[in-house]
């Protein structure tokens, strides 16, 4: 028998991430909410299987990233990332105020560069730098070797650091 009270905690706790993720990536908000009834449908029917409860939430983001791109690959759907997406900062009654806006503008700027990527690099980089999936499993999920995802995202580092040095 499913555990139905462990799995209805994990919606509560996880559903925000798991639709972050999805609509970060896909850029809809109907099919990012489709994404997640689909995840916690699989996390229902996958539970029993399931070992280490303990690294769930790995699992979830991985799962909705997966679908996501699942559904970029059928539909060769733009991606284009918003801001928010990296402006997520807490406010610190005591922060410099400066300071802060300094990170703001710098997340900004980031936002910018991350858009200007070619598609294939830009969901590279948000599987690794924001969702930090490992090389491996970002391989296994792109259907592509390891050293051509290793690849692909230092040449998305060099791309980024040349849009990041053209704006200043």
């Given at each position: 028998m499913k555990d139905k009270s462990w799995l209805r905690n994990i919606y509560v706790e996880y559903q925000n991430l798991v639709y972050s993720v999805a609509v970060s990536i896909i850029k809809d908000v109907q099919l990012a909410e489709d994404i997640v009834q689909e995840v916690f449908l699989t996390l229902y029917f996958k539970s029993g299987s399931i070992r280490d409860r303990s690294k769930i939430k790995h699992w979830l983001a991985r799962a909705a990233a997966n679908r996501a791109i699942d559904y970029l690959r059928?539909?060769?759907?733009?991606?284009?990332?918003?801001?928010?997406?990296?402006?997520?900062?807490?406010?610190?009654?005591?922060?410099?105020?400066g300071l802060e806006m300094d990170k703001k503008e710098l997340a900004r700027e980031i936002h910018k560069a991350i858009n200007r990527l070619p598609e294939e690099m830009k969901v590279l980089v948000i599987l690794y730098y924001f969702l930090e999936l490992p090389q491996k499993e970002i391989a296994a999920t792109m259907e592509l070797p390891q050293g051509t995802v290793k690849t692909r995202l230092r040449r998305a580092r060099l791309a980024l650091k040349g849009h990041l040095l053209k704006e200043e």
């Open positions: 059928r539909s060769q759907k733009v991606v284009a990332l918003s801001e928010d997406f990296f402006i997520q900062l807490p406010d610190n009654p005591w922060a410099d105020p």
